[in-house]
């Protein structure tokens, strides 16, 4: 059963649904690594509840692989993400793209690789990804974006092929619209708050984190493959949406 679990990582875990998430999995009882970039939010998140700080980027995979190196990991969750520009693909910049692809997509397949060798000798194990509508269906302006959360979804499908028979899962959560702060750079001026969320009835980081603990909660022989979901107000493929006064 998922009770044997013990260890969580947790990427992103400062901010949003990674935040959100490592307070669910504490409640949980589970030992729950932090990883994040700023020392403070992380300090703050250790005593609000009791997470373990590990002060890394993402893309250090070296750096994280040494804080956890005796470190039996049964949970992986790979939020960490980025949507540093919404420009068009011709007026991108190059770097642009290094770094979405680096951090979406490349960042969680290399430390996949570093804790689940662990996982399937111990036959325990869940891989946990947080993807994008983004990769699931076009938008305007996220030429690379999506695609990087694309290669992240077929990558759980292909590991799943892999790990057959190990009782190690992969679950995807694939989320519409919420209210984090993965917009703030890009969309300049701090204008993301009144042309994305003001008046308009968002997913909150807490309701992913709530779908995360319940694929965690079921059997091990249950594996929830892919979790779609969006707000109500929200259509995949860039449908109309419709701004909401009253609840």
Do not use: W
């Not at 699931?136 to 590991?159: E, I, T």
């Amino acid at each position: 059963m998922s009770d044997t679990y013990r260890v969580a990582v947790v990427t992103g875990a400062t901010s949003g649904i990674g935040k959100s998430t490592v307070s669910a999995l504490r409640q949980r009882d589970l030992t729950v690594y932090a990883v994040g970039r700023n020392e403070s939010l992380l300090a703050e998140l250790a005593d609000g509840c009791g997470a373990v700080p590990v002060r890394a980027d993402v893309r250090d995979t070296a750096v994280i692989a040494e804080a956890l190196k005796d470190v039996e990991v049964d949970i992986l969750v790979n939020n960490a993400g980025i949507l540093s520009t919404r420009a068009t693909f011709h007026e991108i910049e190059p770097s642009e793209i290094d770094a979405m692809i680096d951090i979406n997509l490349k960042a969680p397949m290399h430390l996949t690789r570093v804790f689940l060798p662990g996982m399937v000798a111990r036959k325990r194990g869940h891989l946990i990804y947080v993807g994008s509508s983004g990769g699931r269906a076009a938008y305007p302006n996220m030429a690379v974006y999506g695609p990087s959360k694309a290669g992240l979804s077929l990558f759980c499908d292909d590991l799943r092929c892999d790990l057959l028979g190990t009782s190690v899962r992969v679950s995807e959560i694939v989320p519409g619209r919420v209210e984090t702060s993965l917009y703030r750079t890009s969309i300049p001026d701090g204008q993301a708050k009144a042309m994305l969320y003001d008046g308009y009835r968002s997913i909150q980081p807490e309701n992913i984190a709530r779908i995360i603990n319940d694929v965690i909660d079921l059997p091990v022989f249950v594996d929830v493959a892919r979790v779609e979901v969006f707000p109500t107000d929200q259509a995949s493929g860039g449908g109309t949406m419709v701004k909401h006064v009253t609840a």
